[in-house]
Nanobody, 115 residues
């Protein structure tokens, strides 16, 4: 069973930066991983994904501000968030998947962008 543990998040002023981390355990298979977020009263939305071959994809709203990356050959991924905006405020969830579908979700990390 794949387990995801997130870290990072917190409160930051507009224009600031934060980094989220997500470490997967319970498998040696290289996974597709991603970050999703859910703001109050809104549906969960995709933020960024990275495939098993390290191809990345971003939501238009975060392109050129956020970067998803993987640590070497591990199933540990990071989301570097720069030039944060108040509308980036949400709970961010890490996701692990294969071509067959989602394997697991992280516990969620609160990101609040406010002055």
């Amino acid at each position: 069973q794949v387990r995801l543990v997130e870290s990072g998040g917190g409160l930051v002023q507009p224009g600031g930066s934060l980094r989220l981390s997500c470490a997967a355990s319970g498998t040696i298979v290289r996974l597709m991983m991603g970050w999703y977020r859910q703001a109050p009263g809104k549906q969960r939305e995709l933020v960024a994904t990275i495939t098993a071959n390290d191809r990345t994809n971003y939501a238009d709203s975060v392109k050129d501000r956020f970067t998803i990356s993987r640590e070497g050959t591990k199933n540990t991924v990071y989301l570097q968030m720069n030039r944060l905006k108040p509308e980036d405020t949400a709970i961010y969830y890490c996701n692990a998947a294969t071509v067959a579908g989602t394997l697991s979700w992280g516990q969620g990390s609160q990101v609040t962008v406010s002055s």
